[in-house]
């Protein structure tokens, strides 16, 4: 490997490492936020019930979070075979994680 390789192969696992750290951080203040974290997720009317639905719902947001640094790592993993697929597949990942996230939010606040 040429020194513009590990250079490549440096940043991107750099990038894979900080998205670990920064899911993993969101999603435990999300979940140690009792609540308080709601007026942080968009759509969600402030003026609601802020009782034990929006600190199950943060808890709920916490989690997922969390989930989302798994794509992350195993993206890591696979950059250490294969530079920049790992990364892709991790961002691919956290895109439909993301979108289930959405779903999941929709079906707990329409009750369903």
Known sequence: MD???VINMFVILCIDFMMVLLYL???IL???SNGRAIRYLTGH???ENISNKSKELCIICGKQIMKWSLC???GFAIDLLWVGAGLILAAILNTVLI???MVLRD?????K
């Open 99 to 101: 979108f289930r996230l």
């Open 107 to 111: 079906h707990f606040e329409n009750g």
């Open 72 to 74: 992350f790592i195993i």
């Open 45 to 47: 009317n402030l003026d």
């Open 25 to 27: 951080i969101i999603g």
């Open 30 to 32: 999300f979940i140690r």
């Open 3 to 5: 020194t513009k390789e």
